[in-house]
């Protein structure tokens, strides 16, 4: 049956909600409702019960789709572990005596968000405190540190396919490629998405790139002749004092090895487990990663939780129950799966994406300007929404369908999704990144806003047009453009902001 503009309701309600409401869980709800209120004729009855019997209990009951949580619930336990084993604080402070410079402490922070890379809103909460007071020590704005959070948050996780953020987006792909009839391996679209990330990539690159040229410009600049300006009102240590005082460094006893040993042995584990069956040179069955991965995160919180003990930072009991914690506060995440998954499948049985597509084609709309079409709405959703996550469950049911009736290989769509998404996320003050990264920064949210945009719109119009490059070549080379792009346009900015200044 074709449903026409019929079809466009559900991701349209999911939308509006989720931009009124600011809550994922209720805009997908709402969105699948109105789908099966769509195949029920309006029957409120017959709409709950389709909703309940032939959606939420399938997508739970699928195999795949309980690997992803149960894969997702132990990455939770992993993650509340790292983070309060107190680890990446004492890594941070080892660090100390050999940052003396602005540059070295940019590129340590940056670094920091780097390894931090299991957990986005770890990053802030971890990296920030270590780095707030050698920051305020040389002069650094806090507005330049929390923008170092967001930018190594969000974008170096979503880049990673084997922690939750990519086994969430896998989870999105591989329920599109299963709607569609696609022999597609969602793990190898995920990877092959990853030059594509282009906006991610260049939120990454821009760091070192401003720290190694010291280029301000806007907002930031300002803010870091006004750090430059002031004068601390205690000494280092004292500040150090403080922190420890408040919590931020209160694991006496924890070791950097706590953060270090823990990722390695996820990593033995995973290759250990896959290298016989050809990883990564061979295509793995997806549920053999699951299954690898899930082992990973598992022998690496016992791992973990054994030196917690050992050094007496924290005793079993407390271990364990900060351990469970983690699991349970995955419950949203699942949540959403389930939902997102719902609602991808009542999108795909009611045809919207044909139906945007059949509009276009009429409109002659250039199969060029998919990718970067997919991109800006993108953006529209999460900046209004402050949720990536959300947005790629809208989106990816739309996005890989039109790649498909486009010709457009599957992974640019993705990236496009992504990277949507993210620059959306970034420009945001709703979003919890952007919260969390100015909490961690101790710097104030509007400042954190006014000082990142004009970074986030530079790289968002990059990737823009890079994009529309992709989309006319179908070639990776549009990221060597972007990259190359943003060192042009870093410079002709700084020239002119100058200039200006000067005048």
């Not at 040389?138 to 990519?166: M, Q």
């Not at 050992?310 to 407390?318: A, G, I, Q, T």
């Not at 991109?375 to 990536?388: D, E, K, M, Q, Y």
């Not at 949507?420 to 003050?429: E, K, M």
Request: with cysteine; proline share 4%; glycine share 8%.
């Amino acid at each position: 049956m074709n449903y026409g503009i019929l079809s466009l309701l559900p991701p349209v309600i999911a939308v509006i909600l989720a931009i009124k409401s600011r809550n994922v869980i209720l805009s997908l709800f709402c969105g699948g409702l109105t789908g099966v209120l769509i195949f029920s004729h309006g029957n409120p009855f017959l709409a709950v019960k389709s909703m309940i019997g032939d959606y939420l209990f399938v997508q739970l009951t699928d195999s795949y789709n309980a690997g992803v949580i149960v894969l997702v619930v132990f990455i939770g336990g992993f993650i509340k572990l790292m983070e309060k084993s107190g680890g990446a604080q004492a890594f941070g402070q080892s660090a100390y005596r050999y940052v003396n410079t602005k540059l070295k402490a940019q590129l340590c922070a940056w670094a920091g968000g780097i390894i931090i890379f299991f957990s986005d809103l770890g990053t802030p909460l971890l990296v920030g405190p270590v780095f707030r007071p050698l920051f305020d020590k040389l002069k650094i704005s806090r507005e330049k540190l929390a923008w170092i959070l967001d930018s190594t948050s969000s974008p170096v996780a979503i880049l990673i396919p084997f922690i939750g953020w990519g086994v969430y987006i896998m989870g999105l792909i591989q329920s599109e490629f299963d709607n569609l009839g696609v022999k597609a391996s969602d793990y190898t679209t995920f990877v092959r998405a990853i030059p594509f990330q282009i906006y991610a990539i260049l939120a990454i690159l821009m760091i070192p790139l401003i720290a190694f040229t010291k280029i301000d410009f806007f907002q930031m600049k300002k803010a870091e002749q006004k750090a430059e300006k002031e004068k601390a009102d205690y000494s280092f240590e004292e500040h150090v004092e403080k922190e420890e005082n408040t919590g931020a460094y209160s694991k006496k006893n924890a070791k950097p090895i706590m953060v270090i040993l823990p990722i390695v042995v996820v990593f033995v584990t995973l290759f250990a487990t896959l290298a016989p069956l050809g990883f990564p040179f061979k295509k793995v069955d997806g549920n053999e990663f699951r299954v690898a991965l899930t082992m990973g995160y598992f022998f690496g919180a016992l791992v973990l939780i054994l030196m917690i003990c050992l050094f007496k930072v924290m005793n079993f009991s407390e271990t364990f129950k900060v351990y469970v914690g983690g699991m349970k506060g995955m419950t949203d995440v699942a949540i959403t799966l389930i939902l997102a998954w719902s609602l991808g499948s009542m999108i795909s049985e009611l045809g919207t994406a044909q139906f945007i597509v059949d509009v276009l084609k009429s409109m002659s709309f250039s199969a060029a300007l998919v990718p970067a079409a997919i991109f800006l709405f993108g953006a529209f959703v999460s900046f209004s929404t402050g949720s990536s996550w959300g947005t790629f469950a809208i989106m990816m049911p739309l996005a890989i369908p039109m790649a498909q009736a486009f010709s457009i290989p599957f992974a640019i769509a993705v990236g496009a999704v992504l990277s949507g998404g993210l620059f959306g996320d970034h420009c945001s003050p709703i979003s919890d990144t952007t919260i969390l990264s100015s909490t961690g920064a101790e710097c104030d949210l509007v400042e954190h806003v006014r000082t990142q945009l004009p970074y986030a719109l530079v790289n968002g119009v990059i990737a823009l047009i890079a994009f529309i490059i992709a989309g006319a070549t179908k070639s990776a080379a549009s990221l060597g453009f972007a990259v190359a792009a943003l060192v042009i346009v870093v410079f002709v900015i700084n020239k002119v902001f100058n200039k200006k200044a000067a005048v």
